[in-house]
């Protein structure tokens, strides 16, 4: 079970760019990696997905290393409504609940 | 497009009645799930519908709660009886078809309090 370690909170000034870097030291060979962003009293929102190396939306970039035990989300110029939870989830969606793990989350609060 | 509705959006009962839960996916949605999420934790998955049939329960404290999905679109999660450490926010997500790369569209979720 590919279980993940990220920060509990983090804070940044708006404009900034913001890194949360998660941790999957055991992650299997099929688990792709996802981020979600949720707000309070909403449920999760999906945010980026990638396999390997760099994957990039409109809204936010995903570094993951040659070795993927670890992964960062890149989130370009903050600003207050970026204030949230972002959770870092590992596993293969295909093979069910024991394979699907969201870890603890990282509270970012964007400063003025 | 609509997205995932769950109702009710609130719920407060007393230790050892019962509840249950409604979530309507997204049209087209083969995929559903239900979450338990307590406060200050992550999400954590109950069950896993494709169409109306169940790919994975094995986190689903199932002396106490029940999950039907008939007619593969539809869902309702029961507890019955409630215990105090039930409360919490339930999620209902759907995806299109439940691969790797699927994307999980969340509902509201329903604010269970257990007293």
């Known amino acids: 079970l590919a279980k993940t370690t990220q920060p509990i909170s983090m804070d940044s000034y708006e404009g900034q760019e913001v890194n949360i870097t998660c941790s999957h030291n055991?992650?299997?060979?099929?688990?792709?990696i996802t981020w979600y962003q949720q707000f309070p009293s909403q449920g999760p929102r999906f945010i980026i997905q990638?396999?390997?190396t760099k994957v990039t939306n409109e809204v936010a970039s995903l570094f993951i290393p040659a070795d993927r035990k670890s992964s960062t989300l890149s989130l370009p110029r903050v600003s207050l409504s970026d204030t949230a939870v972002y959770y870092c989830?590992?596993?293969?969606?295909?093979?069910?609940?024991?394979?699907?793990?969201f870890g603890t989350g990282t509270r970012l609060t964007v400063i003025p | 497009e609509a997205g995932v509705a769950q109702s009710p959006r609130y719920k407060i009962i007393e230790k050892r009645q019962s509840v249950a839960f409604w979530c309507n996916p997204i049209s087209g949605h083969a995929t559903l799930y239900w979450y338990q999420q307590i406060l200050g934790q992550g999400p954590k998955l109950l069950i896993q519908?494709?169409?109306?049939?169940?790919?994975?329960d094995s986190q689903l404290p199932k002396d106490r709660f029940s999950a039907e999905r008939l007619k593969g679109v539809d869902s309702t999660l029961k507890i019955q009886p409630a215990k105090l450490e039930d409360s919490a926010v339930y999620l209902c997500?759907?995806?299109?078809?439940?691969?790797?790369?699927?994307?999980?569209?969340f509902g509201p979720g329903t604010r269970l309090t257990v007293l």
């Open positions: 989830l590992v596993g293969d969606l295909g093979t069910g609940a024991n394979n699907l793990f």
């Open positions: 997500a759907s995806s299109l078809v439940g691969t790797t790369t699927d994307t999980q569209y």
């Open positions: 055991n992650i299997a060979t099929n688990d792709y």
């Open positions: 990638g396999y390997k």
């Open positions: 519908f494709q169409n109306n049939g169940v790919v994975d």
